[in-house]
């Protein structure tokens, strides 16, 4: 083989190599906008059980067509504190097969056959231009999210088997050639196939190119069963580079994760290249002499791994062992937990997670709000203090959740995740805001208490009205927002308004019994703190309604919202105030 031939099959390699995986990266991106954050959700609620782990495990890997994504996947779970790191199990051994169906899909560029209309079809020649043709047609003319993607999984695909082609291609053209074929006998030796097939992986971080391009050898019919193998088992193993260099700076749980994942692989790996020194020993012609085909490297690829994890079955306890000893126990972790930047790279998860993450912070607001009203009449110190800490903490989620929202958004998103991100970007806002009048209202009753301060029967009464009703203003807007549920939230607003009302009617009364000498102005300082923080509370409960109210509406704008709707021209309102006037009156 001279230079230039060598160049020229080097570059249709490499050439082949790039298109590959970048028609891979492709198709799984659009594969994980379609599966959205479901996969997240559902992850959390099978891993209880390895079965359905493994189902589950296997079912995304094929979707996503990476087991290198997935153990990356629950490192950044298992580092958010979503996942527990033996609840992986199932679903680091289901990656395994799953992602064998890549080099099945790919035996499609070996097929033979002339004059078979079938056969013709089938070829990546004939179908990846049709698909890519297909795909891009979708991208320009659809407006549907969901059809925009599955052109961008038609546009990868049609990449990825033209990348196989171009591989197939480059070398095929040097399969007759003598010193091609000695560069093939130089991994005579199993063990040197698998230490080089292993660095070439971690090297490109792509089992599936790796097996692809054993796959183009094997359409030469010049590599034997005795090289493959070791090349399709080194293949596994290399993989795991991807998953390590993803759990730095991550927690022992997910170093945890990444060990499993290669323990799994390294050990059935080193055990299978025993198996096959001890078979030569015995018939030292048996693999050498068969060469393999693109269907039997397909077929070498899913044995390996589906025997392997059958393999590991029994053998679960001694491995999470294996892998606690490896990593040691992890430090103390704190109260709050947040998003990984591992699973930024799955938007729909990340946008997911923020979402369940807003969700633990409304629950934090909603109590350490009910917690200060509480104390109002029963000053506690143990609440009290418990109140300030919730407080520091909805300030780190504002902090944290915000600058995750922000990294997102300027991500390729959706329209409707765009105006999604927004809203969250408003409420965790508005939750903040809600924690920090919690603690005004903790001053506040610290206050009375030290002072000894009592209210008039009349007053007591007239706080106990304005406080139901900020109670239940607060219990329509968390659950609308827990619910995404914008009928429940039109309720909020009218309620706000007799909030006002209210506010103004007891500033009004306590003026009249100051003037009366029923009431000092010590106490007016302490009612009017007390009233001014409800009415910002039931302000910000007013914003997050509006807010899921207009989450299907193509902009987000309290302000001419409310001007729109706060109307007793209005019927809906005008019925709403009207009820809620009458349940809240001073009378």
């Known amino acids: 083989m001279n230079v230039s031939n060598a160049l020229i099959m080097l570059a249709g390699i490499l050439g082949g190599l790039t298109f590959f995986l970048f028609g891979m990266s492709t198709m799984s991106g659009g594969l994980e906008q379609m599966a959205g954050g479901s996969l997240e959700r559902t992850m959390k609620k099978v891993t209880a059980n390895d079965l359905s782990g493994f189902a589950l495990g296997t079912g995304i890997t094929i979707a996503i ?11 950044g779970l298992v580092n958010s504190g979503i996942m527990g790191f033996a609840d992986t199990y199932g679903m680091i051994m289901g990656s395994h097969v799953g992602t ?3 080099a099945w899909i790919t035996t499609l560029g070996g097929i033979q056959g ?4 079938v056969l013709t079809l089938l070829k990546p020649s004939t179908f990846a231009p049709i698909l890519a043709f297909v795909g891009i047609a979708i991208r320009m003319f659809s407006k549907n999210e969901k059809k925009r993607n599955m052109g961008i999984i038609f546009i990868g695909f049609a990449i990825l088997m033209s990348g196989m082609s171009m591989m197939s291609d480059a070398v095929s053209s040097a399969k007759d050639n003598p010193a091609f074929v000695k560069m093939l006998t130089a991994f005579k030796s199993p063990a040197v196939a698998l230490l080089a097939s292993t660095i070439f992986t971690g090297i490109i971080q792509s089992s599936a190119a790796t097996v692809v391009i054993v796959q183009s050898l094997a359409l030469t019919g010049t ?7 070791p090349l399709i088992i080194g293949a596994n193993i290399g993989t795991c580079m991807t998953a390590l260099l993803s759990c730095i700076g991550t927690n022992k749980d997910a170093k945890r994760v990444v060990a499993m994942h290669i323990y799994t692989n390294a050990i059935g790996g080193v055990v299978c290249v025993i198996i096959m020194y001890i078979v030569m020993a015995f018939n030292p012609t048996l693999m050498a002499d068969n060469m393999v085909g693109v269907v039997g490297v397909a077929i070498v690829h899913s044995l390996f791994n589906i025997l392997n994890t059958i393999a590991f079955i029994p053998f679960k306890k001694p491995l999470l062992r294996l892998c606690e000893k490896t990593v040691r126990k992890d430090e103390t972790r704190t109260h709050t937990v947040f998003l990984d930047e591992r699973i930024f790279n799955n938007t729909p998860l990340a946008i997911s997670e923020c979402r369940r993450l807003a969700n633990e912070m409304a629950e934090l607001a909603r109590k350490s709000i009910i917690d200060a009203l509480g104390l109002l009449n029963d000053y506690d110190e143990n609440v009290a203090k418990e109140i300030e800490e919730t407080e520091k903490i909805v300030d780190k989620y504002e902090d944290r959740l915000g600058t995750y929202l922000v990294i997102i958004s300027k991500s390729n998103i959706s329209e409707y995740d765009s105006h999604y991100i927004a809203r969250l970007i408003h409420g965790i806002g508005d939750f903040e805001r809600i924690s920090d009048h919690a603690l005004n209202l ?3 009753a610290l206050e009375i208490k030290n002072k000894k301060i009592t209210f008039s029967s009349e007053a007591i009464e007239e706080i106990s009205v304005i406080t139901g009703a ?12 827990l619910r995404d549920d914008a009928d429940i939230a039109s309720h909020v607003e009218p309620l706000e308004q007799v909030i006002d009302s209210l506010k103004s009617q007891l500033k009004s009364r306590h003026v009249d019994r100051l003037q009366k000498g029923e009431c000092t102005t010590q106490m007016g300082f302490v009612l009017s703190d007390l009233l001014t923080n409800y009415e910002r509370v039931s302000d910000h409960c007013s914003n997050l309604a509006v807010f899921t ?3 299907n509406t193509p902009y987000l704008n309290s302000h001419k919202y409310l001007n729109k709707v706060k109307t007793m021209d209005n019927p809906d309102f005008a019925n709403d105030y009207n009820k809620y006037n009458t349940k809240y009156s001073l009378e």
């Open 442 to 444: 903790r001053d506040t």
């Open 114 to 117: 002339k004059g078979s209309v």
């Open 470 to 481: 900020i109670k239940e203003i607060l219990a329509l807007t968390f659950e609308s927002f």
């Open 549 to 551: 109210i207009q989450l």
């Open 65 to 75: 067509q990476s087991s290198s994504a997935m153990t990356v996947m629950l490192v």
């Open 223 to 229: 590599i034997s069963y005795q090289v493959a193998i």
């Open 100 to 102: 064998t169906l890549t």
